[in-house]
């Protein structure tokens, strides 16, 4: 297989599978209950450990979309969820895991309650925590960093001549953070479940493109005459 023909499949593969992969994470993670104390931890650890190389292998996949093209709308995609990595690997590493660690030792105490202190300064922190009564900083950043550079994307790949439909999935992926305001079900699916979707459709496209300019080559007057 020449260089180019195994880059093609390597790329339909980072483009596609992370969002895919995280969307379907998704559907399992808990919602915090009214007392975090109620958590099903071990579920959530699993999610959290998870999501700590996908989040930022779903950023890469937004950016693949925008391979090869120049001009401020990429960069600013690139920008974007350069941002969305790092502050939402930040984010669900203090929210996520280190509540997950701190709830679990908590259980395997005879004194659960000597914990919750150090728990809910964690989970109600302004900047890094996770709980529903607040929107802590980290969490914001990344939701408005993914947005933005799910749209630049979108306007990107539209400028490169692709159709509307993968352009209005990005946009949906972008707005799936924000509006439902968390990466549970439903904010997480519908944000990297339309990622993944409008990766695949232009990688479709783009394997399409490829085989038509093929034919071209090989049609009357072309190098397979």
């Known amino acids: ?15 596609v599978g992370p969002p895919l992969a995280l969307a379907v994470l998704e559907l399992f993670h808990p919602h915090p209950p009214q007392d975090l104390f109620q958590l099903d931890v071990g579920t959530w650890l699993v999610v959290h450990y998870l999501q700590l190389p996908l989040m930022p292998l779903a950023a890469l996949s937004v950016v693949a979309l925008v391979r090869g093209a120049s001009g401020f709308v990429a960069g ?24 997950g660690v701190l709830l679990q030792a908590a259980h395997r105490t005879d004194a659960p309650e000597v914990w919750r202190g150090p728990v809910m300064a964690i989970w109600e922190h302004p900047v890094l925590g996770g709980s529903r009564d607040m929107a802590p900083l980290l969490a914001v950043v990344g939701a408005v960093a993914w947005l933005v550079g799910s749209v630049a994307a979108a306007v990107a790949v539209r400028r490169a001549g692709s159709p509307w439909a993968p352009v209005f999935l990005l946009v949906v992926s972008g707005l799936g953070l924000t509006v439902f305001r968390t990466h549970a079900w439903p904010g997480g ?13 232009l990688q479709w496209e783009g394997v399409g493109r490829a085989g038509r300019r093929v034919d071209d080559a090989a049609g009357p007057g072309g190098p397979g005459s």
């Open 1 to 15: 297989m020449t260089r180019s023909g195994w880059r093609r499949p390597f790329a339909a593969a980072l483009a």
């Open 76 to 99: 600013l995609c690139r920008a974007a969820m350069f941002v969305f990595a790092v502050s939402y690997t930040a984010f669900d590493t203090a929210a996520g895991v280190v509540t």
């Open 189 to 201: 699916p519908v944000s990297f479940g339309a990622c993944a979707a409008a990766a695949a459709w």
